[in-house]
């Protein structure tokens, strides 16, 4: 197919980045520019001409602006089918120019709402009507009109008009998926404001996922599985999908799982805490005087499960730390933080042996949208949607069932065992001496062998340690156990119908036990 001339452009953009150095290589090539608003005005202002469009149509700006280029003279111009003579008969008839290259971006709605307590109001008046009309519009009749929604796209716009003085098939059709792409998004972001600004809809009776893949990876949990990560376009880059890499080899998808499991804990701790995951369980947890403390504590909590593992620190890596971490016998796949002082970088990008291919992840903030807060799970044939299980858990709300107490010291140990037996795969069960992991048993299908496998790994270091359970005890043959190894308190969920038999079994052993009333599975 024949490439039509580009004689004239329709432009009319929110996000006027690269707009007048674009407009300067349209005139440059010979192109008419309509425009109205503020982007005539920009234009002008960068000393280009443009036509005014309610000049051209007849028909001025109405309703505070909303009402600007819904104009048969507008629409008939793009999408004229130049192939057909009744359509370009139609044109001459009524005075309509053809428009071969529609410019338009939409108000900043994503952003709008992105806004802490935004009024509706406001949201409402960045609702687009004529901007994703022009763009469907122009994107229908790609075959004859090339259309530009981001100014990422400008530059090769540019190119082919100085050389052509026109855009070729393929690259009209590829803009037209991508502009197709780009009301989707929109129109899927409106929705989704007014959907979780009720109350009632948390979980509602239409959910859409509109994906973006972010970067193909190698190969899935196993080199015979392909994989990619995917991200939402209006995300937050506040999290791991969005971290910025500073060294090291491309994640793997197995890093990313990982890496998620090891912020998510991480971030829930106390300042100067560091994790240590491996195979998507913490093996190593702990907080410290200084993040160089809480590493070598983190570490010891399982040494041999810590090499070759991913960790996790809620602060920035200093010197010290990275010096620890650079100490003969360590090895390490990856590591995320809130970002890396200088040195750091220079001490782990030079010394250990891992040096090159440890992958350094910064991580600019924690916080998550609504959305983010959902999780999906997919089964055959369906999806399953959940809250992510990421609130602090109400402590008013937790009560001694024992005739002991746990001292303040206890007390401040079974905090953290409990926020660290979260993120262990269930049945979980930690082992937990002041403010460092030491046993974690997981993902076993009796609670009885976590509770073995916990105890075996804290060795003699459970001797005044606490234990926290994900969920109920079933018997008391693990408190027996517990009370045997030198466990001090316990904390777990409570609700089984044996619950008074389990706190028997803590009173005569005279080991206090807390209740939270709330268990964590993670599957």
Request: proline share 5%; hydrophobic share 40%.
């Amino acid at each position: 197919m024949e490439s039509p001339i580009i004689r004239r452009a329709l432009v009319s953009v929110s996000d006027k980045s690269g707009l007048a150095a674009f407009c300067r290589n349209l005139v440059a090539a010979g192109v008419e520019i309509y425009s109205s608003g503020g982007t005539r005005t920009a234009l002008e202002d960068a000393g280009i001409d443009a036509h005014d469009i309610s000049a051209y149509t007849g028909f001025p700006e109405l309703l505070d602006g909303r009402l600007k280029t819904l104009h048969p003279k507008v629409h008939g111009g793009i999408l004229c089918r130049h192939d057909r003579p009744d359509d370009v008969d139609a044109l001459r008839r009524h005075g309509i120019h053809a428009f071969e290259l529609v410019v338009v971006n939409l108000y900043p709605f994503e952003a709008t709402v992105a806004r802490p307590e935004v009024a509706e109001e406001d949201a409402i008046e960045q609702i687009d009507i004529g901007g994703p009309t022009l763009i469907r519009a122009a994107a229908k009749n790609y075959k004859f009109v090339t259309v530009a929604t981001d100014p990422s796209q400008y530059d090769e716009i540019a190119e082919h008009l100085r050389t052509a003085k026109a855009t070729t098939y393929a690259l009209r059709r590829r803009l037209a998926v991508a502009a197709f792409a780009r009301t989707t998004r929109y129109d899927d972001a409106i929705e989704r404001y007014f959907t979780h600004t009720d109350s009632e809809a948390s979980l509602p009776e239409t959910w859409r996922l509109h994906l973006h893949r972010r970067k193909r990876l190698r190969y899935g949990e196993n080199p015979h599985q392909v994989a990619a990560l995917y991200t939402r376009y209006d995300s937050p880059a506040a999290d791991i999908a969005h971290a910025r890499q500073l060294n090291g080899k491309d994640l793997s998808y197995n890093n990313l799982l990982d890496l998620d499991s090891a912020w998510t804990l991480a971030r829930s701790l106390p300042s100067r805490a560091v994790v240590v995951i491996k195979h998507n369980n913490p093996c190593g947890a702990a907080c410290g005087d200084s993040l160089q403390q809480a590493l070598r504590d983190a570490w010891d909590g399982d040494p041999e499960s810590a090499f070759g593992s991913v960790l996790a620190m809620n602060q920035a890596v200093d010197p010290e730390t990275a010096e620890a971490l650079a100490e003969p016998g360590r090895f390490v796949e990856a590591i995320v933080a809130p970002g890396f002082d200088p040195d750091a970088l220079r001490v782990l990008t030079t010394k250990p042996k891992w040096k090159t291919n440890v992958r350094l992840l910064a991580v600019d903030a924690t916080h998550r949208s609504r959305e983010m807060a959902m999780q999906v799970t997919t089964i055959d044939g369906g999806y399953l949607v959940q809250e992510r299980d990421d609130a602090d858990d109400p402590e008013d709300a937790w009560r001694v069932v024992t005739e002991t107490a746990p001292d303040d010291a206890q007390w401040s140990a079974l905090r953290f065992a409990w926020t660290v037996c979260r993120r262990v795969k269930s049945n979980a069960i930690v082992v937990v001496r002041q403010q460092a992991l030491v046993g974690v048993g997981g993902g076993q299908m009796s609670r009885v062998d976590a509770v073995q496998i916990a105890l075996r790994k804290a060795g003699p270091r459970s001797a005044g340690s606490v234990l926290a359970s994900d969920a109920f005890f079933p018997f008391d043959d693990s408190i027996r156990l517990a009370a045997d190894a030198g466990v001090a308190a316990i904390i777990q969920p409570g609700g089984s119908r044996r619950d008074q038999q389990v706190i028997v079994a803590c009173n005569a052993a005279n080991l206090p036990m807390v209740f939270t009333g709330r268990r964590h599975f993670w599957h």
